[in-house]
């Protein structure tokens, strides 16, 4: 963090950031918390209503520690977890999944009016989505379910990945969420794309710590 930054460079700002850190956290669960939805939602500046066309980025307030256990459970259960919504399973097999949301995280929930003709930020998915919602996820693993989403996840974003690889050589820029979907939806070759892949080694990492400590 820039405040631990400031502590190592001798800087006297180093309060001052976690102040507001702190303050900024507070702001983000009051204020974004959709209790209705049971998701963090984006609102709308000019008059601070809620813009309940849900993403993965309503995942990405798990990043911090401000979320309470029920806020990430509701999250979790509610949306990403859901087989019409965001379309990760449990077992991370994608098995139950309607073949429109076969391998999960579009980048607009599946029962969004907007998702079944999909577009660029309206249903394709996204290595960068992929692995801020990982990151997010792991910042909970204290709370089980957090856990088995965060495995969950890796393991079909890592299968999605995978399936462009062996067919084409491709890592794509962005990629369907069908299930028979037999090229990318974007460049062939795109850096990001592989994201979706590098989770499963960060999910190594984390099975490694676990048996370390």
Known sequence: SLAALA????????????KRAKDLRALLTKEFWDEELGIFVNKLSRNESFYRRISPTSFYPLLTDGPS???VETSITGWLLNRTRFCITASGDSAGNSDDCYWGLPSISADDPAFPALGYWRGYVW???ALLTYW????????????TARRALASQMTSLVLRQWELHGHICENFSPHRNATECTGDLFYH??????FISLLEQEADVREVVI
């Open 69 to 71: 256990t029920a806020q």
């Open 7 to 18: 502590d190592i460079l001798g800087r006297p700002e180093g309060d001052r950031l976690r």
């Open 127 to 129: 290595g960068p989505m």
């Open 192 to 197: 990001w794309g592989a994201l979706g892949a």
């Open 136 to 147: 997010g996820l792991r910042r909970h693993d204290a709370v089980p379910l957090a856990k």
